[in-house]
């Protein structure tokens, strides 16, 4: 009879890699098995601004870990890419699918953590013109890259910024400058 315990993870990034090394830290002898659907399975998601605004040049920075530096530290299995798509809690069964390579399979468990993320909220905003993007989540790090990418379109594609706003570089107008009104005072407001 094989007592070592089976403990799958599904989600990586903050909390998936968080408890997969602390369930390493109390067992040793387990198998640990992380599932994470996207590419990265940790990255330094307080860095995302940072990237974006340019101070950190190159997204190879925000990486933390690899799927094989992960396993090299922990001995845990990381697989990337790769979704839970049902769970059997009376077999103690997962069925995943590898994005990849569209293949399914089944792993047993004894204990399971879910730590499958968020969703973003994305308000219905008014489109000013047809498919031009103006509401971005800067949740994973592939966020960035679109996100980076539409920047520089829009700093190349445009005029400059100084002709457009008056001499003011990257500022919208003030209140109610664009129709040559003033800001209401508190008292106007009574």
Not at 6 to 18: D, E, H, N
Not at 107 to 128: F, H, T
């Amino acid at each position: 009879m094989n007592t070592t315990k089976r403990i799958l993870i599904v989600g990586g990034v903050a909390g998936g890699a968080s408890a997969a090394a602390r369930a390493r830290r109390l067992s040793e002898d387990a198998i640990i098995i992380m599932f994470e659907r996207g590419e990265h399975i940790s990255f330094a998601n307080c860095g995302l601004p940072y990237h974006i605004g340019g101070t950190i040049g190159d997204r190879k920075q925000l990486l933390v870990q690899t799927p094989e530096s992960f396993y090299k530290r922990f001995r845990i299995d990381v697989r990337t890419h790769t979704e839970v798509v049902s769970i059997n809690r009376e077999k103690k069964e997962v069925s995943a699918r590898n994005l990849t390579s569209g293949e399914e399979y089944v792993e047993s468990y004894d204990c399971m953590i879910l730590s499958p993320g968020a969703e973003p909220v994305r308000p219905q905003m008014a489109m000013p013109l047809a498919g031009e993007r103006r509401g971005f989540t800067a949740q994973v790090a592939p966020d960035r890259t679109c996100l980076i990418q539409w920047q520089l379109k829009c700093t190349f594609a445009q005029p400059s910024a100084r002709r457009r706003h008056g001499g003011r570089a990257n500022r919208p107008p003030r209140f109610g400058q664009e129709h040559g009104r003033k800001r209401p005072t508190p008292a106007a407001l009574q």
